[in-house]
Structure formats: structure tokens, C-alpha cells
């Protein structure tokens, strides 16, 4: 079945990937050591809203959901698959320690029996939060609300919740591993999924207020990158076989 998709790929007129990472795969696949002209790297634009929410407006869609104004919270936001590596923000936490005592929240899909197995023997049953499904205001506020978005992923296409952090005004500590860090535009403090140790010590920074502001708007700056308008400009230019169409991720921002 995958031999029939890839030869078939193959032979479409235009072909788009979100990623650098992603092109690096198919022309791995393809094997070939560089792309067709007709393959371009077109990057993801934002499909809702994302800016920061008002203090006053976030903690009051946030407060059926225990979290209120003095509630400090480090936010995950997904599913519960293996790769999407959720424990790990249980494990930065017990190694934080007596450092820091707010709690995790969960935002996405219920966590799973495994991961509710591992917060009660690491006695974390009462620091963690679930927000399970959260529509698009309360998203927006948790985003807007947290110390810092954590995302230790093993595995991404793209990784849509990262920008989305970034648009809201969160710090973000991500996986060291591709394509994170690309999608990030270095505005994100990467560390690797299996040390924790790095996790703990990217938070500890971010305690500091004139770190943490610069991440922040080096956040904003790198949602420039996603905006509607120019994937749209992007598709169009591929679609019409313009010069310029292909690049990456570093192109894409350069282009504007």
C-alpha cells in the first residue's frame, strides 16, 4: 500500500510539504538527492485565531475548570499517544521539586490509565488539571495563562500547538527534535525528550522575566511566518508555476 501511494506521488503535477523535514523524507523516498521543481516547501498557516487573551477574560473561562487567577500551570496540549511523550512533563516536575508548585495541565484528549498509573505513584494525582476537548476560547486562554507551554514530542509533522503557544504569548520549551525546532524559528528552548534534566533547566531560565519577555516576542515574530495570507501567496505561486515557489523554511521567512 505504501509502495502504491509513493508511486503515485510521484507522478502528480505539484506536491507540498509543511516541512523541511518532511521534503528531506520524501526525497529520501523518492530517492533522489534533491526535489522536483514542482515540489515545494509550503508552510502551514494558522486555521483560527491565535493572539493573547486579556488576564481578566482568560481566568474567567478558566475557572470551571479550577484554574484561577493565582493558579500557576505548565500546559500540555494533545493527545495521548505514546510518542506525544506526556510523562515527561511528570517528570520535569518531580525534578523541579520544591522549586516551583504549580500544577500540569492536560489539554486535549483524557489522559490514559498509563499516565494516571504513573501521577499516582509519583503522588502528582492533585497537581494535574484536564481540560479535555477544550474549544477554541478556552484554548486560547490557556495558552495566554500559562508559565509555559511544554512539548516533548517524539514525533511531529509539523506541530501545530507550538505556534500556537508562541501567538498566545507562551513561553515554549519544546523537543529537540526535528521538526521542532524548524517550526519554532528558534524562538522556543529545545531540549532533548529523554533528559529531563534539560527540561528543568530551560524552565529554571525562563524564571527569569528578561529571558522569558524576549522568547516571547521572539515567539510573535515567528508567527509572522504562518499567516493565512502568505501559505495562500505560496499554494498560488506552486499552483501557477511561478519563480519563487520552492524553498524553505528559512526562504519562506526571508520572502517577507
Same mark, same amino acid.
Given at each position: 500500500?505504501?509502495?502504491?501511494?509513493?508511486?503515485?506521488?510521484?507522478?502528480?503535477?505539484?506536491?507540498?510539504?509543511?516541512?523541511?523535514?518532511?521534503?528531506?523524507?520524501?526525497?529520501?523516498?523518492?530517492?533522489?538527492?534533491?526535489?522536483?521543481?514542482?515540489?515545494?516547501?509550503?508552510?502551514?498557516?494558522?486555521?483560527?485565531?491565535?493572539?493573547?487573551?486579556?488576564?481578566?477574560?482568560?481566568? %474567567?473561562?478558566?475557572?470551571?475548570? *479550577?484554574?484561577? %487567577?493565582?493558579?500557576?500551570?505548565?500546559?500540555?496540549?494533545?493527545?495521548?499517544?505514546?510518542?506525544?511523550?506526556?510523562?515527561?512533563?511528570?517528570?520535569?516536575?518531580?525534578?523541579?521539586?520544591?522549586?516551583?508548585?504549580?500544577?500540569?495541565?492536560?489539554? &486535549?484528549? !483524557?489522559?490514559?490509565?498509563?499516565?494516571?498509573?504513573?501521577?499516582?505513584?509519583?503522588?502528582?494525582?492533585?497537581?494535574?488539571?484536564?481540560?479535555?476537548? !477544550?474549544?477554541?476560547?478556552?484554548?486560547?486562554?490557556?495558552?495566554?495563562?500559562?508559565?509555559?507551554?511544554?512539548?516533548?514530542?517524539? @514525533?511531529? &509533522?509539523?506541530?501545530?500547538?507550538?505556534?500556537?503557544?508562541?501567538?498566545? &504569548?507562551?513561553?515554549?520549551?519544546? @523537543?529537540?527534535?526535528?521538526?521542532?525546532?524548524?517550526?519554532?524559528?528558534?524562538?522556543?528552548?529545545?531540549?532533548?525528550?529523554?533528559?529531563?534534566?534539560?527540561?528543568?533547566?530551560?524552565?529554571?531560565?525562563?524564571?527569569?522575566?528578561?529571558?522569558?519577555?524576549?522568547?516571547?516576542?521572539?515567539?510573535?515574530?515567528?508567527?509572522?511566518?504562518?499567516?493565512?495570507?502568505?501559505?495562500?501567496?505560496?499554494?498560488?505561486?506552486?499552483?501557477? *508555476?511561478?519563480?519563487?515557489?520552492? &524553498?524553505?523554511?528559512?526562504?519562506?521567512?526571508?520572502?517577507?
Amino acid at each position: 500500500f505504501q509502495r502504491w501511494i509513493l508511486s503515485n506521488l510521484l507522478r502528480v503535477q505539484r506536491v507540498a510539504s509543511v516541512s523541511d523535514m518532511t521534503m528531506r523524507q520524501l526525497t529520501q523516498l523518492a530517492n533522489r538527492d534533491l526535489p522536483y521543481e514542482s515540489w515545494s516547501v509550503i508552510l502551514n498557516g494558522f486555521n483560527a485565531p491565535f493572539s493573547p487573551m486579556p488576564i481578566d477574560l482568560a481566568n %474567567e473561562r478558566l475557572e470551571p475548570f *479550577r484554574i484561577t %487567577e493565582t493558579t500557576r500551570f505548565i500546559l500540555h496540549v494533545g493527545s495521548d499517544l505514546t510518542r506525544k511523550n506526556r510523562g515527561a512533563l511528570l517528570d520535569m516536575v518531580v525534578a523541579i521539586g520544591a522549586a516551583w508548585d504549580g500544577v500540569i495541565c492536560f489539554a &486535549g484528549q !483524557p489522559m490514559g490509565n498509563q499516565l494516571r498509573s504513573k501521577s499516582q505513584s509519583l503522588g502528582l494525582t492533585d497537581r494535574i488539571i484536564e481540560v479535555v476537548n !477544550p474549544d477554541h476560547e478556552t484554548l486560547v486562554a490557556l495558552y495566554s495563562r500559562c508559565d509555559a507551554f511544554v512539548f516533548p514530542s517524539y @514525533s511531529e &509533522g509539523f506541530g501545530w500547538p507550538l505556534i500556537e503557544a508562541q501567538a498566545c &504569548g507562551a513561553p515554549v520549551i519544546a @523537543s529537540s527534535i526535528e521538526p521542532m525546532p524548524e517550526v519554532s524559528g528558534g524562538a522556543a528552548i529545545h531540549a532533548s525528550p529523554d533528559n529531563m534534566q534539560e527540561f528543568v533547566d530551560a524552565f529554571i531560565r525562563l524564571q527569569n522575566p528578561a529571558e522569558r519577555e524576549t522568547l516571547i516576542q521572539r515567539g510573535f515574530e515567528n508567527c509572522k511566518r504562518f499567516e493565512v495570507d502568505v501559505m495562500i501567496e505560496r499554494y498560488r505561486k506552486l499552483i501557477l *508555476r511561478e519563480d519563487g515557489c520552492t &524553498g524553505s523554511l528559512s526562504d519562506a521567512s526571508r520572502s517577507r
